[in-house]
């Protein structure tokens, strides 16, 4: 890690989004354990690695190059539709 680490607010000014989307990032595994110390519920974050990481590519079985996908190419969620008038019981 870097001598600077960078509290979360100022990594979702960096990489342009949202606190709450750094902690969603963290929760899936997008940012690895590896970029950022954790002292409490304090994080502090190396910026260069964190956005290396969210970058990174893979080496497939094959030798293959394959790019991760990033975080802005993950689709969204498919939101559910509910009829709460229907008479059908489940």
């Given at each position: 890690?870097?001598?600077?680490?960078?509290?979360?607010?100022?990594?979702?000014?960096?990489?342009?989004?949202?606190?709450?989307?750094?902690?969603?990032?963290?929760?899936?595994?997008?940012?690895?354990?590896?970029?950022?110390?954790?002292i409490?519920?304090?994080?502090?974050?190396?910026?260069?690695?964190?956005?290396?990481?969210?970058?990174?590519?893979?080496v497939?079985?094959?030798?293959?190059?394959?790019q991760?996908?990033?975080?802005?190419?993950?689709?969204?969620?498919?939101?559910?539709?509910?009829?709460?008038?229907?008479?059908?019981?489940?």
């Open positions: 890690m870097t001598d600077t680490l960078v509290p979360i607010e100022e990594l979702a000014k960096k990489v342009t989004v949202s606190v709450s989307t750094v902690r969603a990032w963290l929760r899936k595994g997008y940012i690895p354990k590896n970029t950022y110390l954790k409490g519920n304090t994080y502090r974050f190396d910026v260069p690695a964190v956005i290396a990481a969210l970058t990174a590519t893979t497939g079985k094959e030798g293959d190059v394959e991760t996908t990033s975080i802005e190419e993950t689709p969204e969620m498919e939101q559910m539709e509910f009829d709460f008038n229907s008479d059908e019981d489940f």
